[in-house]
């Protein structure tokens, strides 16, 4: 009986996962037919039906503890497992944000998963007021996103081949009489994020050991995040991702373009190499969002390179206005079968024109968080990480969110790194099939994302100016 509870439950998990919605979309989903069409609400509602029903029985099953199981319970039962969903959708949001507080960087380029995984770390620490500013930042509370991490790195743990790699670590520093580690912080760093857990007295060798783990972990793609290691530091909590894979249509010598033209946005024409393919495409791999359009090519671990072009005489910042990251999800994850599981077929053919390039970036995103509603969390006196540890040199906080990122997008595919430090200090330091072909050119400023097949932006950037050396 248990076994055939858990299957269902397993069933009914991953039906919530894709029909979850926050009650604000009702987009339309095509199931099969031209006129069998069902609202993302409807499934919604059949969904928790399921749910409740199951929850039920699952209650129904320990007569001794019915009693003490009520409609609220079946509730909590519902949310968590549409959880994953809202966390994805809440990843995908903080994407954007990100990348509109960014952007006096030009060609910046942030991975939202290692930012998110990091604070989710940090998160999980947190209390009251502190932790409250982590849901709000998230769009999902926190056993909901350590579901999420814990899923993904499961997910890219059991596809070795994928080319992605994840790692996580926590440094405490052990100075004799200084910290006071939870137990249940630490085993969870270690039992649900696959945490390197280090204790050593932070020294002046610490920032050195810190950057060579992310170093090793990135390929030697990111290096000297950390400069130093002060001696208010407390803990650093690290995340670090690397990707890298093909295109499933390579690009050959004949479609490399030297010499073509890119227009920043202030007017400049610049040279740039571009990068042209014919494909056939549908409305899952060529469409409109917001003030965008976007074309997707496909890498042959199963991700997606969404490249999104804002429409004639619209900014970069205007054009992230103009979705949410809701819709961005809802969009890359149609279907690209038909009701026979049979891929969809191009509708037209595209020339699509990409440049090549190759950049790499270094934020501190303290005031970019503080600006997204986080401002506790960075307050020496009202930040409560009590969770996570106790000092005995005063209130533990957030200082600093170190942010390093590259990415090289060629006719090979794409590698890309970031590592992602959430810097701890303690109070008593603290200072602070074809019918015609169409043609799109991204030869103006335009915003990328690697997306993965449930949505989640892994890395999202722009590009702007090729003359920023």
């Not at 399921?50 to 503890?65: G, H, M």
């Not at 039992?191 to 050195?208: H, L, N, P, Q």
């Not at 400023?445 to 050396?469: E, M, N, Q, R």
């Amino acid at each position: 009986m248990k076994k055939i509870i858990s299957l269902i439950l397993t069933f009914t998990a991953v039906l919530c996962l894709f029909s979850c919605t926050d009650g604000k979309d009702n987009s339309e989903m095509k199931l099969s037919g031209e006129n069998a069409i069902i609202t993302e609400n409807k499934i919604e509602n059949l969904t928790k039906k399921i749910v409740t029903t199951i929850a039920e029985t699952v209650i129904n099953t320990n007569s001794s503890e019915t009693e003490n199981h009520n409609d609220e319970t079946i509730v909590n039962f519902q949310s968590r497992l549409c959880q994953p969903r809202a966390a994805i959708r809440g990843t995908a949001d903080l994407a954007f944000k990100l990348l509109k507080h960014t952007l006096d960087t030009p060609n910046t380029v942030v991975s939202p998963v290692s930012v998110a995984i990091a604070l989710t770390m940090a998160g999980s620490g947190a209390k009251g007021e502190t932790l409250d500013e982590f849901v709000k930042l998230f769009g999902s509370d926190m056993p909901g996103m350590q579901d999420f991490v814990e899923a993904y790195i499961n997910e890219i743990n059991a596809n070795p081949e994928s080319g992605i790699k994840l790692a996580n670590s926590v440094w405490f520093n052990a100075r004799k009489g200084r910290l006071k580690i939870n137990s249940h912080f630490e085993n969870l760093c270690r039992s649900r994020f696959y945490s390197d857990v280090f204790k050593e007295e932070f020294g002046v060798k610490t920032a050195d050991k810190i950057n060579e783990w992310i170093s090793i972990k990135t390929d030697g793609l990111i290096k000297n995040v950390i400069d130093e290691v002060p001696d208010a530091a407390v803990a650093y909590l690290i995340n670090a991702v690397l990707f890298e894979s093909e295109w499933v249509s390579t690009y050959s010598s004949s479609d490399i373009i030297p010499y073509s033209d890119f227009t920043t946005a202030d007017g400049r024409k610049q040279s740039v190499t571009m990068l042209k393919s014919t494909e056939g495409v549908n409305e899952t791999s060529h469409f409109k969002l917001g003030k965008t359009e976007v074309v997707c090519r496909d890498y042959k671990n199963g991700y997606k390179f969404a490249a999104m072009l804002p429409n004639e005489g619209v900014s970069i910042e205007k054009a992230l206005d103009s979705f949410s990251g809701n819709e961005f999800v809802n969009a890359v994850t149609k279907s690209n079968t038909d009701e026979n599981g049979e891929p969809l077929c191009g509708v037209y053919l595209l020339n699509v024109f990409l440049p090549k390039f190759e950049f790499e970036c270094k934020f501190r995103l303290s005031e970019t968080l503080n600006a997204m509603g986080m401002t506790n969390a960075f307050n020496a006196r009202k930040a409560d990480f009590t969770g996570m540890a106790t000092s005995s040199r005063g209130n533990i906080f957030i200082n600093e969110v170190f942010h390093n990122t590259f990415m090289k997008f060629d006719e090979k595919g794409t590698k890309a790194a970031a590592s992602t430090a959430v810097e701890m200090f303690d109070e008593c330091f603290s200072e602070v099939p074809p019918r015609d072909t169409k043609t799109i050119i991204f030869n103006r400023p335009f915003i990328y994302v690697i997306v993965s097949p449930d949505g989640v932006p892994l890395f999202a950037g722009t590009v702007t100016d090729f003359d920023t050396k």
